[in-house]
């Protein structure tokens, strides 16, 4: 990879991908908290493989669904009507999905709790990539001033 210059299309690309990689982590483990959670309370103490496969496999579609698809709202700048309307989406897929594969035993209110808890961390990661944001905004301004001090004293 070159040091200097525009990015590659090969490291844009390679950079959402990382993103989507992220992405399906982050939300696999906050999902599959909630799966734990629910299997505890029902006094199960063992989780179904099936049940994380296909959960890992839809977080990673719903991760490109919405890196190419829906603005990759969870790291927009805002939250508004756009980003909104891709949580709700998102989440509407998610709580099919669990339906479909029977995650929690086509529980109505489980379903609906689970559909709040997305929600939640929809929000709860919204915030931390804008806290995030600040924080790399704060460090690239604080490297500009030592840079910009450097080549000061150097002329």
């Known amino acids: 990879m070159k040091k200097e210059g525009k990015p ?10 990382i993103g989507i990689e992220f992405k399906a982590c982050l ?3 906050a999902f599959l908290f ?13 989780a179904s493989i099936l049940h ?15 890196v190419y698809l ?16 891709g949580i709700v989406i998102c989440t509407a897929v998610y709580c099919v999905s669990s339906w479909l594969c029977d995650w929690f035993s086509r529980d109505l209110l489980v379903t609906l709790l689970f ?14 990539y804008k806290y995030k944001r600040i ?3 704060k460090k690239l301004n604080e490297d ?4 910009q001090a450097y080549h000061k004293k150097s002329e």
């Open 70 to 85: 829906l603005w990759n709202f969870d790291e927009s700048d805002k939250l508004g009507v756009r980003e909104v309307i």
């Open 8 to 17: 590659t299309l090969w490291e844009l690309y390679l950079t959402k991908e």
């Open 135 to 137: 924080i790399d905004d």
């Open 144 to 147: 500009l001033k030592l840079f």
């Open 115 to 128: 559909a709040a808890y997305i929600f939640l961390v929809y929000f709860c990661v919204y915030l931390i």
């Open 27 to 29: 939300y696999f483990f």
């Open 52 to 66: 994380m496969t296909e959960l890992i496999l839809i977080c990673y579609v719903i991760g490109y669904v919405q």
């Open 34 to 46: 909630y799966y734990c959670v629910y299997r505890i309370i029902n006094g199960v103490y063992d």
